[in-house]
């Protein structure tokens, strides 16, 4: 076994903390960046690694001492047991503030827990929605766009309505734009489902970041910003679907959601057409 450089970033001294939105992408990203590498190579066969960390290092604080709250980003995440943010971020407890539901779904409580982070914590320079692909929740919504009368059985489960519910606009846009970019017969495609679920969660995670911006606007700037991304869980890497015609299929990445219909409109379509949901249809 070999020791390494231990993946996570260490709790955070005030001269350390992202004092901007950028500096706490960068930081974020960078932290997926050796996340995702360790695990690439011990995928391919690389001998596994010992991580050397110290109690301090979890961000926990000594023994006997309670640390006061310090995050640098809050997060609305997916609860998906595949999906823990601070780990596939690289960051060390009390770096990141993290609402987690089922389908990273926003709703007043998962709001008013997040304004609890900007209004009373000082520290907090990022909010950001991330869903993931293969979502569960994302799943439910698709098949229950493709056989609406299955929805009756969601539609009578109020705890399971109120999660399925909110993805069915993104579900319908998803469906919608991949028929204007791949021709109408796209659900005879054999992964056409799948492509449906990821394309579903991202622009889910889009409109939510949205959402946000419209709550958060009194504080957005230089200060504070929102974005959204998703995790794919193959790769390990937070990002997107690239629109790029050469290198990645898959874009590493925080992204500012679309100000407005128009906007969201074309995300889908530019997402429908990438390399990575194409590949999808074909699997």
């Not at 001998?47 to 001492?65: F, H, N, T, Y």
């Not at 009373?120 to 991330?130: A, E, F, I, K």
């Not at 698709?142 to 009368?149: F, G, I, T």
Request: aromatic share 6%; with cysteine.
């Amino acid at each position: 076994m070999t020791d390494t450089a231990p993946p996570t970033h260490r709790p955070l001294t005030p001269a350390q903390r992202p004092e901007t939105p950028a500096a706490a992408i960068a930081a974020l990203m960078e932290g997926n960046r050796v996340f995702s590498e360790l695990l690439a190579e011990q995928s391919a066969g690389g001998a596994p690694g010992v991580v050397q960390i110290a109690l301090e290092d979890l961000g926990l604080g000594l023994p006997g001492v309670a640390p006061p709250q310090q995050p640098f980003a809050a997060f609305l995440g997916c609860a998906d047991a595949r999906a823990p943010v601070e780990l596939l971020f690289g960051q060390a407890a009390n770096n990141l503030f993290v609402v987690r539901v089922a389908g990273n779904v926003l709703d007043s409580t998962e709001l008013g827990s997040l304004n609890f982070a900007v209004e009373r914590l000082g520290t907090v320079r990022l909010l950001c929605v991330l869903g993931h692909t293969g979502c569960g929740a994302a799943s439910a919504a698709v098949d229950a766009y493709l056989a609406p009368a299955a929805y009756l059985g969601v539609a009578a489960n109020l705890p399971l309505q109120a999660i399925v519910s909110p993805l069915m606009a993104p579900a319908r846009g998803a469906a919608d734009a991949l028929r204007r970019v791949a021709g109408n017969d796209v659900a005879d495609r054999p992964g056409y489902r799948a492509a449906l679920i990821d394309l579903t969660a991202t622009l889910h995670a889009a409109l939510q970041a949205g959402v946000l911006r419209r709550a958060f606007h009194n504080r957005l700037g230089d200060k504070l910003d929102a974005v959204y991304a998703v995790y794919n869980l193959a790769s390990r890497r937070v990002g997107r679907p690239s629109a790029a015609t050469e290198g990645d299929a898959w874009e590493p990445g925080l992204f500012a959601p679309p100000d407005d219909e128009t906007g969201f409109d074309a995300l889908a379509r530019g997402l429908a057409g990438s390399r990575y949901i194409t590949a999808t249809l074909s699997q």
